[in-house]
């Protein structure tokens, strides 16, 4: 199991970019695929994207495709996500997850969770 904290969350007008980063803790992160998930307000948490262990494979939700990267340096135990062109609707906490199955990512199960970072789109 990983230890996650995410950092790069704020406060961006409509349009605009941030990028959001996910440290991780232990031996085992480059063995892991790693996602990304959020949580609006009054809303369940949803997957965002996931990449497998050696970056080769990536996977987004279609709200976010083609605006948000996820991308990883595994030398660096640390996960990416871009996000360009931010809409009002992606103000939600954004949370890191990781685990040993690609797939499992992506249908929603990681085996651990970071705490989260506020991401506030203004209009």
């Known amino acids: 199991q990983v230890q996650l904290v995410e950092s790069g969350g704020g406060l961006v007008q409509a349009g605009g970019s941030l990028r959001l980063s996910c440290a991780a803790s232990?031996?085992?992160?480059?063995?892991?695929?790693m996602g990304w998930f959020r949580q609006a307000p009054g809303k369940e948490r949803e997957f965002v994207a996931a990449?497998?262990?050696?970056?080769?494979?990536?996977n987004y939700a279609d709200s976010v495709k083609g605006r948000f990267t996820i991308s990883r340096d595994n030398s660096k135990n640390t996960v990416y996500l871009q996000m360009n062109s931010l809409k009002p609707e992606d103000t939600a906490v954004y949370y890191c997850?990781?685990?040993?199955?690609?797939?499992?990512?992506?249908?929603?199960?990681?085996?651990?969770w970071g705490q989260g970072t506020q991401v506030t789109v203004s209009s």
């Open positions: 997850a990781a685990g040993p199955v690609y797939r499992a990512i992506s249908s929603g199960y990681p085996s651990s």
């Open positions: 232990g031996r085992t992160f480059g063995a892991y695929a």
């Open positions: 990449i497998r262990w050696s970056g080769e494979d990536t």
